[in-house]
């Protein structure tokens, strides 16, 4: 991808090999998904391609989970949780994440996120967890359940990243505040017991980082928004797809270029141009002397196009969770050896008693 930067050059990450010459450390990436059922194609534009193309780079290790402890938060039937926590393994997998390159777990499975979650709750200010725009959200929503495990997510959402040492966040905007707590947890942290936590920084692509409502084009296309005409998923048919883009609004304008006041079409634009990879002016230029019916079209097809192949590999991956379990199985040993690492090294600077193995 175009726009990502990859960042290797550092020089404290410069290691020496055994025979002297310079070798380079890879730089850690770390995100989660919440497993609250088919993503949007927002969130894959915005978040989910840009963790395939860092992890296809091969810059960088990669680590990718559901935050299934972070889905408590707000009342859950257990038995959908269970099959929402499979789609978002299938969800990581279709996308692209591939196990064999990146590690791919559940975040309950690595009990060290509860621990450090709760170190980093006691270095974690009242005043600074009320502020979060997502808690002020999320209790005005869920009124009747405004509940501690609400208020303190953003230290288990540090810990999860402050655990593997993490450099980037790659996340979509709503999440740049978590990331931002996060770092200031970890510099607090530090500056009382000497370096424990690398700092992470966030990684927000410009491309796709806000992909609007197709019925409102103000707003944010939410995987919450009850007119389903305003949302594509990840798991529409090519037929829904097709038929949501014609239904979308516009003005009553008739050129295909970006301007002020043109919502619709703007938005149109920029997913046109994140679906094919093309500038928008490239799509301006594409489209010169056609109309919206052609273009809301086009759109409905180069969108089809890229969802398809996720949503038959989903599909596959759905019928299949004994290889999902397996999957986990795998990845969560991975993590928790890291995480295990970081977790004795916290306990011991904050006076815990390590136990000693025998
Ligand atoms: N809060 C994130 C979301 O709602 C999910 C999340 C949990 C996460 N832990 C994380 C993202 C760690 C990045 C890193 O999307």
């Known amino acids: 991808m175009s726009e990502m930067t990859v960042h290797t050059e550092h020089a404290e990450n410069a290691g020496q090999t055994a025979g002297g ?4 450390k890879k730089k850690i990436s770390l995100s989660f998904i919440q497993p609250s059922g088919a993503i949007t194609l927002g969130n894959y ?7 395939v193309a860092i992890q296809d780079s091969g810059d960088f290790n990669c680590l990718y989970a559901v935050a299934d402890l972070h889905a408590l938060t707000v009342r859950q039937d257990p038995k959908g949780l269970r099959s929402q926590i499979y789609q978002g393994l299938a969800v990581l997998l279709g996308c692209g994440i591939d196990p064999e390159k990146s590690i ?13 979650a709760w170190i980093l709750n006691c270095y974690t200010m009242f005043g600074e967890l009320s502020r979060m ?8 929503k869920y009124a009747d359940n405004i509940n501690a495990g609400l208020f ?38 530090n500056g009382i017991y000497g370096k424990t936590f690398t700092i992470p920084e966030p990684y927000i692509t410009k491309s796709g980082a806000r992909i609007m409502s197709l ?27 097709v ?19 043109k919502d619709g079409i703007n938005n149109l634009i920029c997913i046109y141009s994140a679906v094919t990879g093309k500038s928008t002016e490239e799509v301006e230029r ?48 991975m993590a928790s050896r890291f995480a295990q690492r970081t977790l004795e090294k916290t306990y011991k600077k904050v006076g815990l008693v390590v136990p000693k193995s025998e």
């Open 104 to 116: 791919v777990f559940q975040q309950s499975h690595v009990h060290q996120h509860a621990e450090l």
């Open 215 to 241: 019925a409102e084009p103000t707003r944010k296309m939410s995987k919450s928004d009850t007119n389903k005409n305003a949302v594509i998923t990840i798991l529409d048919t090519d037929d829904e797809i």
């Open 243 to 261: 038929k949501k883009f014609k239904r979308a609004v516009t003005d009553s304008g008739s050129e295909i270029r970006m301007g002020e006041g």
């Open 21 to 24: 010459e310079k070798k380079e």
């Open 133 to 140: 725009t997502q808690f002020k959200d999320k209790s005005a």
């Open 286 to 333: 594409e489209f010169e002397g056609r109309g919206y019916g052609d273009f809301k079209l086009a759109c409905g097809e180069v969108v089809a196009d890229t969802v398809r192949p996720i949503r038959e590999k989903v599909n596959e991956y759905m019928r299949n969770k004994d290889y999902l379990d397996e999957v986990c199985r795998k990845g969560a040993a």
């Open 45 to 51: 534009l915005g978040a989910l391609k840009n963790w």
């Open 152 to 189: 303190t997510y953003p230290a288990l959402m540090a810990a999860d990243i402050l655990l593997y040492q993490t450099d980037y966040v790659p996340v979509g905007q709503d999440q740049k505040q978590h990331i931002e707590i996060a770092r200031d947890i970890a510099n607090r942290f």
